[in-house]
């Protein structure tokens, strides 16, 4: 782990979970980093957390599950209604009927090239406007 506060983002596109981040917060954020440099697949994530690809909603489930949070993968649409409305102290989703991406201890994993890094599942440090999704987090995070 790095700092308490937020994850920090190093060079080479991984994510370091805060010194004083819960147990579940670091286990999402390895999540991510299992599956940072994998390519966007429509679809993909959604008949099994382990796949050659994620889109969106399969990223943001797969890194859930790495939490505990989550038991099987879910589309953007019913994210909208996962968990408790607004946003969390630690993980936040952010979804709309089309897409889905999150924040974890500050930083944004998203499968868009909005930010750099290219498309697929990375973190990113960039921040990205949350006009028209839901935030949604799961209670106690």
């Not at 979970?17 to 440099?37: M, S």
């Not at 290219?118 to 406007?129: E, I, L």
């Amino acid at each position: 782990t790095g700092p308490a506060g937020k994850a920090q983002l190093t060079p080479n596109g991984k994510a370091i979970a805060p010194a004083n981040a819960p147990q579940a917060v670091i286990n999402a954020i390895a999540a991510g980093n299992a599956i940072r440099k994998k390519p966007y697949i429509y679809g993909g994530g959604h008949q099994s957390f382990d796949a050659k690809g994620y889109d969106c909603s399969g990223a943001v489930s797969y890194v859930l599950n790495g939490a505990g949070l989550l038991s099987s993968p879910m589309p953007s649409g019913p994210m909208m209604k996962w968990g408790e409305p607004g946003k969390g102290k630690w993980i936040t989703v952010f979804a709309n009927s089309g897409h889905a991406y999150m924040k974890v201890a500050g930083l944004r994993f998203d499968t868009s090239a909005m930010g750099s890094g290219g498309n697929g599942p990375r973190w990113r440090a960039t921040k990205r406007k949350a006009t028209g999704y839901r935030a949604r987090h799961a209670e106690g995070f």
